[in-house]
């Protein structure tokens, strides 16, 4: 065969790669990408898919690559043709070094927020859960925010220390991101498992992400505070939560869609970059839903961060040594201050903004 590579001489110097179809599921073709060595003709690595792109290729030929690679090895596409760089570029060892000493970080800083919160702190039971979770998801970011905004100083000083508009909408999102990226985490979890499209990826991931944020970490774990009937806690928050999850789905989706679509394994749940992309989707949507959640905090339609001397309920015990308790009027929350059309208008810019997110990732990505 004219133009043909001359064979190879041992294993691991050359492999070949070719896509083929496969048995279709339903009404639904599936295709198989695999990899050959081209001395031991032994399949090197494969990969089942409902569509033929280059993240599923290169997903297959992730295994394929030798763990010891020497710069005269290769894998080709059919007809001799070398994949392209950022199918390639991305398995070196540096980054997945980064990705895990990252991870490594994150988790000793959410058992250093987990330790202060439950033993010093005097928030909310809530939002103690909210702030460990948040700082799981983005690492020494959440620890840092934590200590600069909610971390009580000097005992009896919460209340004061966290007065500040800006540290109260910060509260708020931090609730509000913990409940989302936790749904938002077990739908792509789900999606990656099945392979499903992008589209209904995206689409699982604010379903999930709104239902829990709304109906457990809102709704239910705040029930006490907002009049102790679940109903009526569900009917209080809907409106504060679906705007919210508007900007962090908005953010999620452009950052989730755009990296799964061009970094091989970012996509696969067992693939340390399905990890390292959530984290940096999870960091967009705190930063995109703080400017909304300050403007509900500000116009009394959400809490920001409390106090359990002030509010009591959902909070836990104090030492005996505790400061004495605060009326919970001074932290009890106003009725809204907002009219009908600004509620609208707000309502408005987040479902722009959660447009412009997806516009984002049907143009730099595979979201169809």
Excluded at 42 to 48: P, Q, S
Excluded at 152 to 157: A, D, I
Aim: aromatic content about 10%; charged content about 15%; glycine content about 10%.
């Amino acid at each position: 065969m004219s133009g043909r590579s001359p064979p190879a001489t041992r294993g691991s110097e050359l492999c070949t790669g070719d896509a083929i179809h496969g048995p279709s599921t339903g009404e639904r073709k599936t295709d198989v990408f695999a990899f050959i060595d081209d001395h031991s003709r032994a399949i090197v690595g494969h990969r089942f898919g409902l569509a033929e792109d280059t993240v599923r290729l290169a997903a297959a030929l992730r295994p394929a690559l030798p763990a010891r690679r020497d710069r005269g090895r290769a894998c080709r596409s059919h007809g001799g043709r070398r994949p392209a760089p950022m199918m390639t570029g991305m398995n070196g060892t540096a980054a997945d070094a980064l990705m895990y000493t990252w991870f490594f970080l994150a988790i000793l800083s959410a058992v250093y927020v987990a330790y202060d919160a439950f033993t010093r702190n005097p928030e909310l039971t809530v939002m103690k859960w909210g702030w460990v979770l948040v700082t799981l998801y983005i690492g020494p970011v959440g620890a840092a925010l934590y200590v600069l905004s909610c971390k009580e100083p000097r005992p009896g000083t919460h209340e004061r220390f966290t007065a500040p508009l800006w540290k109260q909408g910060l509260g708020s999102t931090i609730h509000c991101v913990a409940g989302d990226a936790t749904g938002i985490m077990v739908a792509a979890v789900v999606a990656s498992l099945l392979d499903l499209q992008p589209w209904a990826d995206a689409l699982l991931e604010y379903a999930v992400g709104f239902g829990f944020g709304l109906l457990v970490f809102q709704a239910l774990f705040m029930r006490d505070m907002l009049g102790g009937r679940y109903t009526t806690a569900v009917r209080s928050t809907v409106f504060a939560e679906w705007l919210s999850i508007n900007c962090v789905m908005g953010a999620m989706v452009a950052v989730n869609v755009i990296v799964r679509s061009h970094v091989p394994g970012a996509r696969d749940v067992a693939d340390v970059r399905f990890w390292a992309t959530f984290a940096l989707a999870v960091l967009a949507g705190l930063a995109f839903a703080y400017p909304v959640n300050v403007w509900l905090v500000a116009n009394h339609l959400k809490h920001g961060m409390g106090t359990v001397r002030a509010l009591g309920a959902g909070g836990a015990t104090l030492p005996a040594s505790a400061p004495e308790p605060i009326s919970m009027d001074a932290m009890a929350m106003p009725e809204p201050d907002v009219t009908g059309e600004q509620k609208a208008a707000m309502a408005t810019l987040t479902i722009v903004f959660l447009a412009s997110g997806v516009f984002l990732a049907a143009l730099f990505g595979h979201l169809a």
